[in-house]
């Protein structure tokens, strides 16, 4: 039995026989990260204090990746038990050798500065404009700042609620990991210390110990997160995500500069 979960803007994603996952590419250059995936996931599972997927390939044309069901539901996990989880977990994560994640596929830092430059030149021609005259300056400095910011752990890469599993009431699993790379490990504390609830950050930060020189960073990273949903509505034709990203950019903007 095969049953369509609504996914996200990457995967066709089904629920097969109520235990397995199965997850197909939607656009060609999503495919390396799945492969990915299947390589760095089976390592890193024994290793973190939350559950992750272990895919493998089932099939080809179109790929075709599955993982037994991680137990539990996209949900926000409020409390400060669940924070310093998470910040267990982010602390796990971001001490794995480099090396060994590049051996496994993962997008070098090399690589991962160069993707980066790609987006932001991408973004600074196409999102920026949009933007009203008054915030314009403060965009164009934010694309700067991020321009520079160091590519040398391990990364999750989209760490957000939609990827968090809460099981009886608490915090269980970690899921999608095709954005894995080399990166700042300010991104993945980007949400989690600006777009959570206070007391699940609070948990976070003093169990993950951050730099100031992160947190500041982790910021920056969470002012950037409605311009990918602006990119995306404008690459696929889809208004209403360019509306809402815009109004997101706004008033993170805004906050930012009071």
Not at 38 to 48: C, D, I, M, N, Y
Not at 140 to 153: E, G, I, K, S, Y
């Amino acid at each position: 039995m095969r049953q369509r979960i609504d996914g996200g803007w990457d995967s066709r994603t089904h629920l097969v026989d109520g235990r397995w996952i199965e997850r197909e590419p939607l656009r060609p250059e999503v495919e390396p990260g799945l492969r990915t995936e299947t390589r760095l996931l089976p390592w890193l599972a024994p290793t973190l204090p939350l559950q992750v997927p272990v895919p493998s390939v089932v099939g080809e044309h179109p790929l075709r990746v599955r993982h037994r069901r991680v137990r539990g539901e996209p949900g926000l996990a409020t409390d400060r038990a669940a924070g310093r989880r998470l910040g267990q977990f982010l602390l796990a994560l971001h001490q794995h050798p480099v090396d060994e994640a590049v051996a496994r596929g993962v997008p070098d830092a090399a690589t991962s500065r160069e993707r980066l430059g790609a987006v932001l030149d991408t973004l600074r021609d196409d999102v920026l404009p949009l933007l009203p005259a008054g915030l314009a300056g403060d965009g164009a400095a934010l694309l700067d700042r991020l321009a520079d910011t160091p590519q040398d752990t391990l990364v999750h890469g989209d760490l957000g609620p939609d990827h968090l599993l809460v099981h009886v009431g608490r915090l269980h699993g970690v899921i999608d990991w095709s954005d894995a790379h080399i990166g700042d490990p300010a991104l993945d504390l980007a949400w989690v210390l600006n777009g959570s609830e206070p007391a699940f950050a609070e948990g976070v930060a003093a169990t993950y110990g951050a730099a100031p020189t992160v947190v500041r960073r982790a910021r920056d990273w969470h002012l950037l997160g409605p311009w990918h949903e602006v990119l995306y509505g404008l690459e696929t034709d889809q208004p209403d995500f360019v509306t809402s990203g815009l109004a997101g950019t706004r008033d993170r903007l805004r906050e930012a500069g009071r």
